[in-house]
DNA sequence: CTAGGGTTAG
């Protein structure tokens, strides 16, 4: 430990042997008188300076400014030099060695000079520095102000050094009660926020005397970022002025944790009590829609963007969101326009995209966009990878995926994670190379997680392999015992297979873990964007006998260009009667009627499910592509299906 | 001086 050594501190330059440091705390006898006059132009000179150092937006100029003093004799002037420092600190000047060498020239720094020279270390680091300045100006006598906290503070953030944080906790008690002050108060909240020791923030925060916007917000997000939405909305609920950063922390808070309706709900609650938006606020209600995957969201976040000046916005993050968001809603053109739009480019933007194109089966594009991206200074990262691995796996590019994966290490260095092996079980196990995919598991470097085996397992119901899946589904087992999905996978695999027994075993082992199958829902946008909704089986619907008859009607016009209902994608066992009857009843094939009853003849169909299509549906969806000559686009709970002139962007492997 | 931001696979 580091801080509070009583040992020497030995950072001071060597300009200054230790005995002048204990000179230098001795109080200068002979200050030489200045008139008045001559004091008044001296402030005044100094002012300007600080306005000029203001201005200042190179390091060059500061440096001119710096020689300037000099002339002015200055040069021992802490309240300009303070000014200089700060600059330089927003500059991000490297601390060593210029604006070190400003500060070792001066003999006597005063505790503002002090802080903002430990303000810059704590900024950039090395951390452990700002705590032996801070050691070496008690020493001499100076300071400490509430600023000095603030910046120590910000250090142990920054390195996540709770203990050391504790410690200046401490100290800002013992000295002169600064814990206090309103923005060491906020400061410690964040140091302990960010540490993870929430419930020391939460402490400081109930023993602080004053509290401002800042404070509750801060604990606000630390609950949003545990997960603890309902905490956080209690404090929000009892928080007097709410500003905009607080409201915004709600709705990324929703966002964040997977829950896009409510944070869309504070979004427009925000602008119902007339609060003000901007580009973070954006971001968050952005992202939400992206979540929901409702193009009416998406149209009306976009309105209030154009509404509050943020139209056309060049923020790369906003437009990064907005491509994602694009994406998600269906619309790959969408999303490709606002990304060609962009004047700058990030990681997040091509990767963003790519995956995008991957979403929607358009292999090609992802991959054309990678190499685009190879020629740019940006350089891949492993999401960027999970996006080019999954294009080429839902288009079966099995030679460029092994390819890309094993090269992406030594021409990218982006070493293979637990995901792009889960990519890689992926790619194999769609192509049917169940049993290399299982090889590679088994020689993973790293523990795999449910995502590899949900991968394979998936694989297996593709290709129908129980034995392979039983092997998977074992592992899932262990690793998400109450995730509903693995057990319904297994045993419409045994459904396939005509293992029954099997079937009903799986079906009293989730009867006995009390798990309940997620009934199938989809939803529909009919005419002025109105959302629909239907479940399996469900006829609560007013117009449900017309969508029947709907329904009916097309699977008769099917029916006379080959279709037959694909009996095994029901995985009970009853008739074949049964079976049909059940399978007109998916929730994706009553919103399809609905959706062509109740919307324009020629325009497109955006259908969104809950669950995975099944195949007999996915046909129909093709089928019905053709003979109406609708677009029909889904979205189920893995990625998009076009369907146009009866062919699926997925190429009917998904 | 102190608070809010985007991409990840089954």
């Known amino acids: 430990m580091v801080a509070f050594s009583r040992k020497f501190c030995t950072t001071r330059s060597p300009l200054f042997s230790h005995k002048q440091l204990f000179q230098l705390q001795e109080p200068q006898q002979n200050q030489p008188f200045i008139p ?27 440096k001119q400014v710096h020689a300037h003093l000099f002339r002015k004799g200055l040069d021992q002037c802490c309240f300009v030099l303070t000014k200089l420092l700060r600059m330089l600190t927003k500059f991000d000047v490297p601390m060593d060695p210029y604006p070190r060498l400003v500060f070792d020239q001066v003999k006597r720094p005063n505790p503002f000079l002090w802080t903002a020279f430990i303000r810059g270390y704590s900024l950039q680091g090395p951390f452990t520095e700002s705590v032996l300045l801070y050691n070496c100006m008690r020493r001499e006598g100076a300071g400490p102000v509430s600023f000095t906290f603030t910046a120590l503070l910000k250090a142990c953030t920054a390195a996540l050094d709770v203990n050391l944080g504790r410690q200046i906790h401490a100290q800002a008690i013992s000295i002169g009660g600064f814990a206090n002050d309103l923005y060491v108060g906020n400061t410690l909240i964040e140091m302990y926020l960010k540490c993870g ?53 709600m709705v990324t808070g929703y966002a964040q944790n997977g829950r896009p309706r409510e944070a869309l709900e504070y979004f427009e609650r925000m602008q119902d009590v007339g609060v003000e938006t901007d580009e973070v606020t954006l971001v968050g209600a952005i992202s939400a829609c992206a979540q929901l995957g409702a193009a009416k969201y998406a149209n009306w976040v976009r309105d209030v963007a154009e509404q509050s000046g943020f139209g056309p916005t060049k923020n790369v993050v906003v437009v990064s969101a907005l491509i994602d968001m694009y994406s998600k809603c269906g619309s790959v053109e969408d999303a490709y326009r606002v990304f060609e739009a962009m004047s700058e480019r990030n990681v997040f933007s091509f990767s963003s995209m790519i995956l995008g194109f991957a979403m929607h089966g358009r292999a090609d594009a992802a991959m054309r966009l ?91 119901r593709i290709h129908g ?190």
């Open 197 to 249: 020791v929430l419930d020391c923030g939460r402490r400081v925060f109930d023993e602080m005397p004053d509290k401002d916007v800042i404070s509750w917000t801060s604990l606000i997000v630390a609950y949003a970022k545990s997960g603890d939405m309902e905490a956080a909305a209690r404090l929000f609920d009892g928080l007097p002025e709410k500003d905009m950063v607080a409201w915004t922390a």
């Open 370 to 460: 990678f190499h685009e991206m190879l020629k740019t200074e940006t350089k891949p990262n492993r999401v960027t990878f999970v996006g080019v691995l999954t294009a080429c796996s839902h288009v079966g590019m099995v030679e460029q995926g092994r390819h890309l994966f094993a090269t992406m290490e030594e021409c990218y260095g982006v070493s293979p994670s637990v995901d792009h092996y889960a990519c890689m079980v992926d790619l194999l196990g769609r192509a049917g190379c169940l049993e290399e995919a299982l090889k590679l598991i088994k020689t993973m470097p790293m523990e795999p997680h449910g995502g590899v085996w949900g991968a394979l397992l998936g694989a297996c």
């Open 465 to 654: 392999n129980p034995d392979i899946a039983e092997i998977a589904a074992n592992h899932l087992f262990e690793i998400e015992p109450n995730a509903i999905g693995n057990y319904i996978l297994l045993s419409n695999i045994y459904a396939l297979a005509g293992r029954w027994d099997d079937v009903s075993r799986i079906r009293k082992l989730m009867r006995e873990k009390g798990l309940r199958k997620n009934p199938g829902c989809s939803w529909v946008e009919a005419k002025k964007g109105v959302i629909h909704e239907f479940f399996a089986g469900d006829m609560t619907h007013p117009k449900s006998t017309e969508i029947k008859r709907a329904l009916e009607d097309l699977l008769d016009r099917l029916k006379e260009h080959g279709y037959l209902p694909n009996l095994s994608s029901v995985a009970y066992d009853v008739s074949d009667e049964d079976k049909k009857r059940i399978l007109m009843t998916h929730s994706e094939k009553l919103a399809l009627a609905f959706g062509l009853l109740s919307t324009n003849v020629g325009s497109s169909i955006r259908i969104v499910k809950n669950l995975r299509i099944c195949e007999d549906c996915h046909s129909v969806m093709c089928g019905a592509s053709q003979i109406t000559g609708r677009e029909i686009i889904v979205r189920d709970n893995m990625r998009f299906h076009h369907f146009r002139d009866g062919v699926c962007s997925c190429g009917n492997f998904w």
């Open 36 to 62: 008045f006059s001559q004091l008044q132009q001296r402030k005044l000179l100094e002012s300007q300076l600080i306005s000029v150092l203001h201005g200042c937006n190179s390091l060059k100029q500061i």
